[in-house]
């Protein structure tokens, strides 16, 4: 009696293993052993069958187990296995579903997924797993009879409200009420899946008008530039450049900038068709390809058409903001048919655009390519001469008009080049200041001046020209204060010449910083008066030591009465102001004897001479030095 209990109890337990974990039971040698009414196969003689059965029952519980312990099981064992497996489904905080491998009738759901779907259990037995997914897919799969979980699989869910749900759902087959079924794990992605679509499209559009970035824009301009190989139909590239944006940003605000941006991205996208494309290249730049051009007219006509709509005002909290733009235009496949040098040639005539007329539009033509390549020559060079200290100052005497003396000297910088001979100011000037090799430039020059005219005679000054790009460094008074007190040079026979573009900034910072110069007595100077806005207002902002009047009103003064008035007016409110005047470009008698009687103090040009090396310098203020002395013994000798 108690080995037939035996082995209908361990045919429950297989069972149940098979139902809650998925074990096989239909190969368990146990029930086969029990059952079978035929002789066991290896039986020794006088066994009963239900010795051999017990045998075989110990033999696969130890090699499942590796001992006996299924003999000693009892039935508390199997309910208490029965009710940790409902705790693990029911209490779970994860969603899990149970359905039926045929037909897909979902059978069982717990707490979870309820909450996570919003249907009701009732509910849930009525819907199958086809009907809660927002797309066909393909059926879950799995076997009953095998516990081992299946890999990972995305659906798209559909839940009680409607919102879709990205799920990775792993599945395990089980056994449900004697039934093939699935245990369906739901872990939900949504939110991992809306992150990496976020980071998908930050890495192809501009985070803030939600355009098309760089990338993105070469992806989809040589998908264009292959069709345009294929086809008559012409493209053009626009490079849109937006004026004066960092003036917005610098009065107005970041935030105010940031809406104005959002607001032009809207505007140009209103204006181009579906299959025209808009990009944001940078700060304040946007690129638009226009498909589908026979002519290059199109692109001219488009062209105005953005400028008018961009140069509308714009309201933005309170403020009506306007601004304008300039665009460059590069055709393919004439001026480029890959994307890169399409991008290039469109930047380089946006840049001749903006230099020649701004609020206009100017076409790639293929002498830009040349002085863009003569550009980048010259900038590597630059580079290479400043730091191998190759570039020098030259001086320009300042002399008084009065007496003809030598007042000072004002620093102009020279390169010269084995080559080329002195390369001119002209050529790598403009190159310094695009690039911002004008702050070391312009370092260095301080520096050589100030130690040059230490050993000058202490009557006179050195005068050395800032560029507004300098005064936006915030360490130009310390460079300033270290370089007189390295050279030995007293503040006060130190000029800085500054030019009206920098007052055009109205910076505090600036002014800050001329006020804080001329405390510590370097003299300031107003260099080329009368060549940009000439506003008065410049003169009251700040008490400037000297006014200096561009060449073009000097040069044939002696036969140019309005030249002559504005001369005299000049000097008359230089000497209101208590302000020295010099004249620039002096360059015959007749000039100089006019600017003498108009009342300027001081004349500059190659009247009196051209820039000099130091080493000239030197004997032409020994010189002075001399005559002044054979002036004095000669007075002696009279007296």
């Known amino acids: 009696m108690p080995r037939t209990r035996l082995v209908r109890y361990n045919k429950q337990k297989s069972a149940a293993n098979a139902r809650i974990f998925g074990r096989p039971a239909k190969s368990d040698p146990r029930r086969v052993a029990a059952s079978s009414r035929i002789p066991v196969a290896g039986r020794k003689s006088g066994r009963t069958r239900a010795e051999a059965a017990i045998a075989e029952v110990r033999k696969f519980d130890e090699a499942q187990t590796g001992g006996g312990l299924g003999l000693r099981a009892d039935i508390d064992e199997l309910k208490q296995r029965e009710a940790s497996f409902r705790l693990l489904f029911d209490a779970n905080p994860v969603p899990m579903i149970v359905c039926a ?149 610098d009065t107005l605000g970041r935030s105010i900038g940031d809406k104005l941006l959002r607001g032009v991205a809207e505007r140009l996208r209103s204006t181009l068709r579906e299959e025209d494309v808009v990009a944001r290249l940078n700060s304040d730049e946007f690129a638009i390809v226009q498909t589908g051009l026979t002519r290059p007219e199109d692109a001219a006509l488009l062209s105005r058409r953005l400028l008018e709509v961009v140069s509308d005002p714009y309201q933005l909290d309170g403020h009506s903001v306007v601004i304008g733009a300039t665009i460059g235009i590069a055709m393919a496949p004439g001026d480029g048919d890959e994307s890169e040098k399409l991008l290039k040639n469109a930047d380089m005539a946006l840049s001749r655009a903006k230099t020649e007329s701004r609020g206009s539009f100017a076409f790639f033509e293929s002498g830009m390519d040349a002085r863009a390549q003569s550009r980048r020559k010259i900038e590597l060079e630059l580079r290479d001469a400043i730091q191998n200290d190759v570039l020098k100052p030259y001086y320009q005497p300042l002399i008084d008009l009065s007496s003809g003396r030598i007042t000072g000297f004002e620093a102009l910088v020279r390169w010269p080049d084995p080559v080329r001979g002195m390369i001119s100011p002209g050529e790598f000037i403009p190159v310094a200041e695009e690039t911002g090799l004008i702050n070391a430039l312009g370092v260095m020059m301080l520096r050589r001046a100030c130690m040059d005219a230490a050993l000058w005679p202490d009557d006179v000054r050195v005068a050395v020209n800032l560029s507004p790009a300098q005064f936006r460094t915030s360490d130009l008074l310390a460079i300033v204060t270290d370089t007189l007190k390295q050279s030995g040079l007293s503040p006060n026979r130190l000029e800085l010449e500054i030019t009206e573009t920098l007052l055009l900034e109205k910076s505090s910072p600036v002014l800050a910083s001329l006020h804080a110069l001329r405390a510590r007595g370097v003299r300031v100077s107003m260099d080329d008066f009368g060549t940009g806005y000439s506003s008065l207002s410049y003169l009251r902002s700040f008490p400037f030591d000297k006014i200096k009047i561009d060449q073009t009103f000097v040069r044939g003064l002696d036969t140019n009465r309005d030249a002559q008035a504005i001369i005299r007016a000049i000097a008359s409110l230089g000497k209101g102001l208590g302000a020295t005047i010099t004249a620039e470009g002096v360059e015959t008698e007749a000039e100089m004897s006019r600017l003498r ?43």
């Open 597 to 639: 009687a108009e009342g300027c103090h001081e004349g500059q040009g190659f009247l009196f001479s051209r820039a000099r090396p130091n080493a000239e310098i030197v004997e032409l203020l020994k010189a002075q030095c001399n005559a002044d002395a054979a002036t004095d013994l000669q007075v002696a000798l009279v007296a």
């Open 101 to 249: 491998l045929d037909g897909e009738q979902i059978l069982a759901v717990n707490d979870a997924a309820v909450e996570h779907y919003g249907y009701g259990h009732d509910e849930f037995r009525n819907l199958t797993i086809k009907s809660l997914q927002a797309f066909d897919s393909d059926a879950p799969r799995g076997d009953a009879l095998s516990g081992d979980e299946q890999a990972a699989r995305t659906w798209k869910h559909v839940k009680a409200d409607g919102t879709l749900i990205d799920l990775a759902i792993y599945s395990r087959g089980l056994v449900h009420n004697e039934r093939p079924a699935l245990l369906l794990t739901l872990m939900d992605i949504t939110e991992r899946k809306q992150a990496e679509t976020r980071l998908a499209f930050l890495a192809q559009h501009d985070g803030l008008t939600g355009l098309p970035n760089r990338k993105q824009l070469r992806q989809q301009m040589d998908d264009i530039l292959l069709r345009t190989r294929r086809s008559p139909e012409k493209s053009a590239l626009l490079a849109l450049g937006l004026d004066n944006f960092k003036s917005v940003n």
